[in-house]
């Protein structure tokens, strides 16, 4: 989830595409680098590392590949060394949009992504310009599939999460970050399969856009997204029909 359903939709869509397929590899590759280097190799002890692999496999990357990335976040093999940003813009309508990225060149990424905002009808700006409207929470994707809302509820209520909600082929839990590690061990131990458990960025309201705004605020966050650098992308609105 980034903010609204109709982006998320996209996201869902794009990832499934062979062509991006390459892409969405860097990014899982570099999470898994950062995560050995800030927390060590061995993801028993990182649970952050250990997110990272679960959402490799998830997207069928190979074990060799996994362990590469592992060995050059710990610096047993050369690799380049990233340091993860956090950049803050506004687009059309009031629109508010949080850039998570890894990058290798802190300046040349923020002047290629303030060139994608203004191309797009959009400003990036100084940290506090959207950080604001959002707040980081641990989201738990967990597979539908003989799930009863009964289940869910239990589960939630008994390992302190803050909700739930239909996600459509899934059930999304909230909870804390602190909690994260412990609420997804809980739903494992219940026998469901968990989907994802990440760290995520989400809008404590979210306002509508519609007609020109609406797309023109999607290209700017679709175009955000295909940058090289850019890990996840934050926004805080939803797309009507009308």
Do not use: C
Not at 120 to 146: H, L
């Amino acid at each position: 989830m980034s903010g609204h359903s109709k982006w998320a939709t996209i996201k869902h869509k794009k990832g499934a595409l062979d062509a991006k397929r390459g892409k969405l590899f860097t990014k899982l590759i570099k999470e898994i680098t950062v995560a050995a280097r800030l927390g060590g190799g061995d993801p028993g002890g990182n649970p952050r590392l250990r997110r990272a692999i679960a959402d490799a496999k998830s997207q069928q990357m190979p074990q060799d590949t996994i362990q590469r990335a592992i060995k050059r976040g710990t610096g047993e093999i050369e690799g380049t060394a990233y340091e993860e940003v956090l950049y803050e813009g506004t687009g059309p309508g009031g629109s508010l949009f949080l850039v998570e990225g890894m990058t290798d060149n802190r300046n040349r990424t923020a002047a290629e992504l303030r060139k994608v905002f203004e191309r797009n009808n959009g400003v990036m700006g100084q940290s506090g310009t959207a950080g604001w409207a959002f707040e980081r929470k641990g989201v738990i994707q967990v597979d539908r599939t003989n799930v009863s809302e009964d289940q869910i509820i239990e589960l939630v209520v008994g390992n302190g999460a803050d909700d739930y909600s239909d996600a459509g082929e899934t059930w999304q839990v909230t909870t804390s970050v602190e909690n994260l590690s412990a609420m997804t061990e809980a739903l494992e131990a219940a026998k469901l399969n968990v989907k994802s458990s990440k760290i995520l960025f989400l809008p404590k309201n979210v306002k509508q856009l519609s007609g020109r705004e609406g797309e023109v605020a999607l290209q700017l966050a679709e175009a955000l997204d295909d940058h090289d650098d850019v890990q996840n992308v934050y926004v805080d609105f939803d797309v009507t029909d009308t």
